[in-house]
């Protein structure tokens, strides 16, 4: 089992950038595929970005490509989501999910879930 507790969630102007975490805690968290997915009010939740429990390959939603970078480090069970020219449509709470499968757009393939952290970008 994976328990996951997102941060580095705050208040930030549009073009700014915001680093989110997300730590696991659990002796196998290098065998989940991970994944961020954001949910903004009155909408459901959807997917960010992903990433193979070896961190060889990601995944994007058009949205955030070219201005999000997902990583992991595996030692230290730390999933992160680099978020640079944030644009005030990016305001959502953001989650982190573990996946026993394949990295995966749909949020019907992760087994666990973060709290989430809120990321607010103003104009």
């Known amino acids: 089992q994976v328990q996951l507790v997102e941060s580095g969630g705050g208040v930030v102007q549009a073009g700014g950038s915001l680093r989110l975490s997300c730590a696991a805690s659990g002796r196998t968290f290098s065998m989940y595929a991970m994944g961020w997915f954001r949910q903004a009010p009155g909408k459901e939740r959807e997917f960010v970005a992903a990433i193979t429990w070896t961190g060889g390959s990601t995944y994007y939603a058009d949205s955030v490509k070219g201005r999000f970078t997902i990583s992991r480090d595996n030692a230290k069970k730390i999933l992160y989501l680099q978020m640079n020219s944030l644009k005030p449509e990016d305001t959502a709470v953001y989650y982190c999910?573990?996946?026993?499968?394949?990295?995966?757009?749909?949020?019907?393939?992760?087994?666990?879930w973060g709290q989430g952290t809120q990321v607010i970008v103003s104009s």
């Open positions: 999910a573990a996946s026993r499968g394949s990295y995966d757009a749909s949020p019907h393939r992760y087994d666990y």
